[in-house]
């Protein structure tokens, strides 16, 4: 497999459940990221780890929790989300999160929907 | 805070050409990006510019003004699988990327 996967596709969960995201990257990048994209808005940053260090939060509710154990995977954990949650969210992968022309590549996304 | 602006559709014709715009002000500015979303799909990355001026690239072209903080992507000899989310990110100073909120281009035949 190539590129930037990311499971499951789709995910619909009430409120008290407790669910993860995972995200693989199969490019040798070092850098990945989450991003939490809702209808008509723009991406927004939640999490960046560059080798496997978290080098940004910004300021995401503690009812998400990322995780990232190696370089090529991503986990976000879900649990006690609310409606406004349901979003589209992206994993994106880079070979350093560094200025200039790093380019981030992106998985497909997880479609969520928060009963 | 970073602000990002583009239309939100565009509509075009097969065979035509369609310019997308997209202004910026941002408190630095180390580079714009240009990516396409198929709906449904992961956002594929199209263009880089840093320097002032047009990178071509096939059917697509981007331009660049840093000092009017302007940018526009030219698709070219629009065909239908050209429908899709196109999104302007502009990295200001570090590493993260701050996104427009896409522009939907509609291909009609």
């Known amino acids: 497999e190539t590129g930037v996967t990311q499971t499951p596709r789709h995910l619909v969960m009430g409120m008290t459940n407790k669910k993860s995201l995972k995200c693989e990257q199969h490019?040798?990048?070092?850098?990945m990221y989450w991003y939490k994209q809702s209808a008509k808005k723009p991406l927004e940053l939640m999490f960046v780890?560059?080798?496997?260090?978290?080098?940004e939060n910004n300021s995401v509710p503690s009812r998400f929790s990322p995780e990232c154990p190696n370089s090529s995977h991503l986990f976000l954990h879900l649990h006690t989300l609310q409606p406004e949650d349901s979003a589209l969210y992206l994993c994106?992968?880079?070979?350093?999160?560094?200025?200039?022309?790093?380019?981030?590549?992106f998985g497909p996304g997880t479609r969520l929907t928060v009963l | 805070g970073q602000n990002i602006d583009q239309p939100t559709e565009m509509t075009a014709t097969e065979g035509a050409i369609v310019q997308i715009n997209c202004t910026y002000q941002?408190?630095?500015?180390?580079?714009l990006f240009w990516y396409q979303q198929h709906a449904g799909e992961a956002p594929t990355f199209l263009s880089y510019?840093?320097?002032?001026g047009l990178e071509e690239k096939g059917r697509f072209s981007s331009f660049l003004s840093r000092s009017k903080g302007y940018s526009y992507l030219l698709l070219k000899e629009l065909q239908m699988k050209d429908s899709a989310s196109y999104l302007c990110a502009v990295r200001d100073g570090d590493y993260k990327l701050s996104f427009g909120a896409g522009t939907t281009v509609t291909v009609r035949a």
């Open positions: 780890y560059n080798f496997k260090e978290q080098t």
């Open positions: 994106a992968s880079s070979q350093e999160a560094s200025g200039g022309a790093d380019t981030q590549y």
């Open positions: 941002t408190s630095g500015f180390n580079g």
């Open positions: 490019l040798g990048h070092n850098a």
């Open positions: 510019n840093v320097l002032d």
